[in-house]
């Protein structure tokens, strides 16, 4: 068992900044963390992937060259830093973990999900 525990969402313009943190905890020897999001009637897509052996990352079109993920293998900690936000960034937030190696940058690699964290951008 994996335990996610999400923070850093909030309120913010667009053209701001956050720093979303993903807690891992239990079992932390996951292959890959992930970031996805969900708008209210949309379905949950993938953000970003970060496999832990080797650091190589994977984003969405829609977030390369604003949002980066990082890992603290240390600390067990998986960041996601979101720079020039936009009012279609606004969703909940979800740090996943997958423990297969079925890849990082799909929702289905994935085996377990953080409760996720809110992030609103105001235009």
């Known amino acids: 068992q994996v335990q996610l525990v999400e923070s850093g969402g909030g309120l913010v313009q667009a053209g701001g900044s956050l720093r979303l943190s993903c807690a891992a905890s239990?079992?932390?020897?996951?292959?890959?963390t992930g970031w996805f999001r969900q708008a209210p009637g949309k379905d949950r897509e993938f953000v970003a992937g970060f496999k832990w052996n080797g650091g190589n990352t994977w984003y969405s079109d829609s977030v390369k060259g604003r949002f980066t993920i990082s890992g603290d293998n240390a600390k067990n900690m998986v960041y996601l830093q979101m720079n020039t936000l936009k009012p279609e960034d606004a969703a909940v937030y979800y740090c996943?973990?997958?423990?297969?190696?079925?890849?990082?940058?799909?929702?289905?690699?994935?085996?377990?999900w953080g409760q996720g964290t809110q992030v609103t951008v105001s235009s």
């Open positions: 996943a973990a997958a423990i297969r190696n079925y890849g990082c940058a799909w929702l289905g690699a994935y085996d377990y």
């Open positions: 239990g079992r932390t020897s996951s292959v890959c």
